[in-house]
């Protein structure tokens, strides 16, 4: 069985090369790694103008999380910045240097970077990149229907191996028809309260319902993490009787949910 080393279901490991954001969007208005770095661990400030905070032994960790993938005889997937922005034009170039050295040294791990920034990645991206690294998979968040037709075009004009939406928190109904020939990957989750903050949105049954139905009709894999805080009964992923948990497949580019995606599946259904 695989190691899962991140609390965040779609990946199995989960490391920062650095600590600290700004708020860019409804979507960053309870913002996890804010509520926990900032405000409870007072770790770092958040926001513009504040300093990131830059974590020692990024790379040694990335290492370890390979080791660990090359003894389970695979490949696992390594979400790169959970607190904070790749693309994060407040961060010195060298940082993301050395995210993308890393990403290069490494053979067992398939790397999930997720930007809520899709307008700096195409200046930002290292030389190299050429049609993506091809450990690397690139999402951005939107969280609207408006965000979507303003950032679209953007993620559509970055070469990716795998390129994926992440729609967390959903923040409305979304059509992705236009685009859905575009993606290989969507999460969807709705939002989580975290402590002192203010209340979450409450996640309409219908958005969800009908953009996961979309991803299905067009074969684009969709993973949907959670119902959020807002909904009753709260959190929990099953809809209709079903978890639907789907992976994209970078090497075939076929959504493909591996063996125990479908089992966890059958079993929700028989709950
Ligand atoms: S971009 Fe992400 S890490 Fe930054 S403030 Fe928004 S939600 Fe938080």
């Known amino acids: 069985m695989a190691l899962r080393e991140s609390g965040i279901e779609w990946t199995h490991y989960s490391g920062n090369a650095w600590i600290g954001c700004t708020a860019v969007g409804p ?13 409870r661990l007072r770790m770092v400030e958040w926001g513009a103008g504040k ?105 559509a004009a970055v070469p990716a191996v795998v390129r994926g939406l992440s729609i967390e928190p959903i923040m409305g109904p979304v059509d992705l028809s236009k685009w859905l020939h575009l993606l290989d990957w969507v999460i969807i989750g709705g939002q989580s309260q975290q402590m002192g903050d203010a209340e979450p949105l409450v996640v309409e049954y ?21 119902w959020g805080t807002g909904h009753y009964p709260r959190g929990g992923n099953v809809i209709d009787g079903e978890v639907i948990e789907m992976f994209p497949n970078p090497c075939s580019g076929t959504p493909s949910p591996a063996p125990w995606q479908r089992d966890r599946r059958v079993a929700a259904a028989n709950r």
């Open 206 to 226: 219908e958005w969800v319902r009908a953009l996961i139905d979309q991803c299905l009709a067009a074969g684009i894999a969709v993973f949907f993490k959670q």
């Open 51 to 155: 300093s990131r905070h830059k974590v020692k032994g990024f790379a040694a960790n990335v290492r370890k999380a390979s080791r660990q993938a090359a003894d389970l005889g695979g490949r696992q997937r390594f979400f790169v910045n959970s607190a904070s922005d790749t693309f994060d034009n407040e961060v010195p170039d060298e940082w993301r240097e050395e995210v993308w050295a890393t990403l290069r040294q490494t053979d067992h791990l398939d790397f999930i970077l997720v930007t809520k920034r899709i307008g700096n990645v195409a200046k930002m991206l290292p030389e190299d990149w050429g049609v993506g690294y091809s450990n690397t998979w690139l999402l951005a968040t939107m969280v609207n229907q408006e965000e979507l037709d303003r950032d679209m075009p953007k993620l």
């Open 27 to 39: 979507g960053c208005n309870l913002c996890y790694a804010n509520a926990r770095f900032a405000k």
